[in-house]
């Protein structure tokens, strides 16, 4: 499985982006989906995950209320949808795969994109 995130960008605190990951070389409709960010220095940390379905999703406490997590699996993407941006959500965005189901946790994913950075100015 090929994933490619797009959608990434600069936008200003209080704004809002919407990035997409589309799949391709695989079942996309079998996998659970997660998205991953990591900013400078840190380590990657989980942001939110869905189900093959899409009728479950989870999102991490940091950006509860501010992003939602979707996905169309007739086009094979997934998209993380992200509303009153704050500095500290600048990071370069990841999105993975998961044969075994949905999760948080970053091993249990099997597939990842390159990644699309997005940066908060304040």
């Known amino acids: 499985v090929q994933l490619v995130e797009s959608g990434g960008g600069l936008v200003q605190a209080g704004g809002s982006l919407r990035v997409s990951c589309a799949a391709s070389g695989g079942s996309f409709s079998e996998y659970g989906m997660g998205w991953f960010r990591q900013a400078p220095g840190k380590e990657r940390e989980f942001v939110a995950t869905i189900s093959s379905t899409g009728a479950q999703s989870y999102v991490a406490d940091s950006v509860k209320g501010r992003f939602t997590i979707s996905r169309d699996n007739a086009k094979s993407t997934v998209y993380l949808q992200m509303n009153s941006l704050e500095p500290s959500d600048t990071a370069v965005y990841y999105c993975?795969?998961?044969?075994?189901?949905?999760?948080?946790?970053?091993?249990?994913?099997?597939?990842w994109g390159q990644g699309t950075q997005v940066t908060v100015s304040s």
């Open positions: 993975a795969a998961n044969r075994q189901g949905y999760g948080i946790l970053r091993r249990f994913y099997d597939y």
